[in-house]
């Protein structure tokens, strides 16, 4: 009987997994791919790298709240005279394709 149950929940898991990997691979390819022109696969493989880090330090996640799997959300800013003080820096990374939004010191 264990057999049955652990090849059903090996089967769940690949389902839950596979999920998970086409959500990320449509993610990429709207962000990423469809955005920019690869020369070559060292190329890809550095446009993929890069859009992994931004993913997972800099990107917005709606089920994280708006904030990033490696990043928490920072605390809002309530007090006026720092909200009009405010000034925002963007980085473009990957020629522009990817942009990180930050607050400048």
Do not use: K
């Amino acid at each position: 009987m264990s057999h049955v149950v652990e090849r059903l929940l090996r089967t769940v898991r690949a389902v839950l997994c596979a999920a998970f990997s086409t959500r990320r691979v449509q993610s990429s390819r709207r962000d990423l791919l469809d955005r920019c022109l690869l020369w070559n696969e060292r190329h890809l493989r550095h446009a993929l790298r890069e859009y992994e880090r931004f993913y997972n330090q800099h990107r917005a996640h709606q089920a994280l709240a708006q904030a990033a799997p490696l990043r928490p959300v920072p605390g809002p800013i309530a007090d006026p005279e720092r909200i009009i003080g405010l000034n925002i820096r963007r980085r473009d990374r990957l020629g522009g394709v990817l942009h990180e939004y930050s607050h400048a010191a």
